[in-house]
């Protein structure tokens, strides 16, 4: 049970710093800083992606998008749906 706590402690701790990388990503003003913050979150997370790129790494790989389906028709007497009982 110890070991799972310690897993967890390490999740947490990654996940709460994570959050405070992207906040700092976001504001940072010269590419010098983007680079180092950039650099921290590459070795906490070597798969993370800057949500630009990876927004446009999933449009190139997405597939073709259907039509949305159109709604059900309703059924039943016209004369009572459009007077829903005022006769």
Do not use: N
Not at 11 to 38: F, S
Not at 60 to 82: D, L, N, T
Request: hydrophobic share 35%.
């Amino acid at each position: 049970m110890v070991e799972r706590k310690m897993e967890l402690k390490r999740r947490y701790h990654r996940k709460e710093k994570m959050r405070k990388l992207k906040i700092k990503l976001a504001a940072a003003k010269t590419d010098g800083d983007r680079e180092k913050i950039l650099g921290k979150i590459r070795a906490l997370s070597p798969f993370w992606t800057e949500p630009a790129k990876r927004q446009m790494h999933a449009a190139r790989f997405a597939p073709a998008r259907r039509p949305a389906p159109e709604p059900p028709r309703a059924r039943g007497c016209p004369i009572r749906r459009a007077g829903a009982g005022s006769l």
